[in-house]
């Protein structure tokens, strides 16, 4: 019978019904961070469990990292205690640790894919939501709490029920100066913050198979915020491609078996879906958040909406019919588990490159992982950005959602690339966040206000895309 | 290994109003800075609680006195969205809240919260509007959350409730804690593990 991707993984995955009806459900991949499995690792010994399987977790540190002096021990002693508590952890129950010194740490769901550790066909959990990040390769991959953290510790498992699957279908070309960050944006203020709930999110189209791996993750990784946790896009060939020769992928012959069974857990051209919905990515413009969840958005050139929610304008400073293009920034971040890979900071670097931020705008790129940035170095990218003004930092989650010292102050506007502007979410109780795609940032840097990146002086080779 | 029977909460409730209340508002991400989740409970709402508080002195229902004992709280729609933080339900939960009655609620969050044994059913927009409007006008209201017959009651009223059977089930039989379910049969996990090739090998 003809399934979906989820169905099949799914089912690969089920150890048994449950007495309550529920799923018992093998975890192929559990990533942990210093910031919810502590707590996890307390309840475990509480118990008297041990880990399951402990070379089917891996662990990194990004939250809490401080992206410009990372000596140990780390000048904020309550960060430094989660690392230690972390390592720690992982020494007692031999977990392997990608840790500052292994040249392969970063946000997790940034280091997963990009070590090999994701691949098609897994369940993958994580004390994280965005976790569907990694179902760009065509995993199930979703974000958990601390007693999950638990129960996968001590049994690999999870009590699950199953997901009803929505294929969006995303039709066309995008448009110049239109990136995979827009067509995600535009997604969730269609179908609403809460239109995922009790959803699996396909994403398939050719415009979805034209993107690359690193524009697919920054589809998958927001699914959350549309309320789905999963989403995730079929393999094909540049899936494969991109895992060839990563460390913790299969090598040899062994490639070769495992494409074989990557290709069949694919979707069925046939297989029934619970619900279907149609973009036209022609249709989909450079897009920015205007109000306090993510699905608050509008294209830079249109009005903001005449019933939009008047607490949120409040908060944000903005009106009604207003445009978002011209308003004023204080700060420009570029990075994130959303939009901190090594194609995001070339396409900043495009924009910025020969110019300079404007006086008083904050700046930083804060590189997705340790490889993401020594690659950026390789290509030069980080004295582009530096000539331009912007801080170079080391790699973490940062900004994002201010666990380190990278946070907004006051009534701030943050020009962000990363996935989530709630209140208070960078730092700042009332700081006040703009997302967009890291070419919408960077030419907001340089402008000092949002600016249509199409419109850009910067952009000359956009069209090239 | 039954764990506590859960089948009625009843006591006064904490209204908190809003659509899309995320997890970052229950609790912000600089509280989450501990090995441990205690005292989480004394920032709950806490910059929200602020920014209404500076308004009027406690008049968000978080730092009202009236609302202090209360174990039911009372939410809207999609209430819990965003980050997977357990910190939010057990920043309510320390706070001696034991059952949520709202909406909708985002899946991560519903799900961190079975695991603490603290159930989030939900009820009919109208019926959320009055409950709230019931304990805002009085305060000493007793509110029942009744999972045998599937009844919220607030003052003289009573309203259906909803619960996907299975966390209904979990919470009636004392199953909710899903380790040891999960370790019952560790031989069909090893045999998914053996069935899998990219962990047998390929």
């Known amino acids: 019978m003809a399934s979906t991707l989820f169905q099949k993984v799914w089912d690969a995955h089920s150890v048994r019904r449950l007495p309550t009806g529920q799923t018992q459900l093998f975890i192929g991949l559990h990533l942990i961070h210093e910031v919810t499995s502590p707590q996890a690792f307390d309840m475990l010994r509480a118990r008297g469990d041990r880990v399951a399987f402990p070379d089917r977790t891996i662990a990194t540190v990004d939250h809490i990292v401080p992206t410009k002096d990372q000596r140990r021990p780390f000048i904020d002693v309550k960060a430094e205690e989660m690392l230690a508590s972390l390592e720690r952890n992982c020494r007692e129950h031999g977990i392997q640790l990608l840790d500052l010194q292994s040249g392969q740490q970063g946000i997790v769901h940034v280091i997963g894919p990009e070590q090999g550790l994701t691949q098609p066909g897994m369940t993958i959990a994580c004390g994280d939501s965005h976790t569907s990040t990694h179902g760009a390769f065509g995993a199930i991959a979703f974000g958990i709490g601390t007693s999950q953290v638990r129960d996968v510790l001590a049994s690999q498992c999870l009590a699950m029920e199953p997901l009803k699957v929505r294929r969006i279908e995303v039709r066309g070309r995008m448009g110049a100066g239109v990136y995979a960050k827009d067509v995600i944006l535009t997604i969730i203020r269609r179908l609403g913050v809460n239109g995922g709930v009790g959803f699996a999110y396909e994403y398939a189209g050719d415009a979805v198979d034209a993107m690359s791996m690193d524009e697919r993750m920054t589809i998958c990784n927001m699914s959350i915020e549309g309320g789905a946790r999963v989403g995730y896009v079929n393999p094909d060939q540049k899936t494969f491609d991109y895992l060839q020769a990563r460390r913790f992928a299969p090598h040899g012959d062994d490639f070769d078996r495992a494409v074989r069974w990557w290709s069949t857990i694919a979707s069925d051209p046939d297989a029934a879906y619970d619900d279907r919905v149609v973009l036209m990515a022609g249709e989909i413009k450079p897009t920015v958040t205007w109000g306090i969840n993510p699905g608050e958005s509008v294209a830079v050139d249109e009005p903001l909406p005449s019933d939009a929610d008047p607490a949120a304008l409040e908060f944000m400073g903005l009106s009604r019919g207003q445009r978002l293009s011209g308003t004023p920034i204080d700060v420009a971040f570029i990075g994130s588990c959303t939009n901190g890979r090594l194609s995001d900071l070339r396409e900043a670097a495009r924009v910025v490159r020969g110019q300079h931020v404007a006086a008083r705008v904050k700046a930083l790129v804060v590189p997705g992982s340790q490889a993401v940035r020594a690659a950026a170095e390789r290509e030069g990218l980080d004295r582009v950005f530096t000539d331009a003004g912007f801080e170079w930092r080391g790699a973490g989650c940062s900004m994002c959602l201010a666990m380190n010292n990278d946070r907004l102050e006051g009534t701030q506007v943050c020009a962000s690339s990363s996935n989530r502007n709630f209140k208070g979410r960078q730092g700042s109780p009332t700081g006040r966040t703009l997302l967009m795609s890291p070419a919408m940032v960077a030419a907001a840097a340089i402008a000092g206000e949002v600016v249509d990146v199409r419109q850009f002086d910067g952009m000359e080779a956009a069209g090239a895309r | ?202």
């Open chain 2, 1 to 202: 290994m039954p764990v506590e029977r859960i089948q009625h909460i009843a006591g006064t409730a904490l209204p908190i109003r809003g659509d899309n209340i995320d997890t970052d508002r229950i609790i912000p991400a600089r509280f989450l800075k501990s090995v441990s989740f205690e005292g989480l409970e004394n920032h709950l709402f806490e910059d929200d609680r602020r920014q209404t508080d500076a308004r009027q002195a406690n008049s968000h229902p978080a730092s009202n006195p009236a609302f202090a004992r209360a174990t039911v709280m009372l939410v809207n729609r999609n209430f819990g969205c965003g980050s997977s933080r357990e910190h939010a339900p057990q920043a309510i939960r320390r706070r001696g809240i034991r059952a949520i009655v709202g909406e909708s609620f985002s899946e991560i969050f519903f799900g961190n919260s079975i695991a603490l044994g603290m159930p989030c059913v939900s009820a009919a927009p109208e019926t959320m509007q009055a409950l709230m409007s019931e304990v805002e006008g009085a305060p000493a209201t007793e509110v029942v959350v009744d999972l045998e017959s599937m009844t919220v009651r607030g003052g003289q009223r009573t309203y259906a409730i909803g619960l996907p059977p299975a966390a209904r089930d979990a919470f009636l039989s004392g199953t909710w804690d899903a380790t040891a379910l999960l370790l019952s049969d560790f031989d069909a996990v090893r045999a998914v593990a053996r069935r899998l090739p990219y962990v047998s090998g390929w």
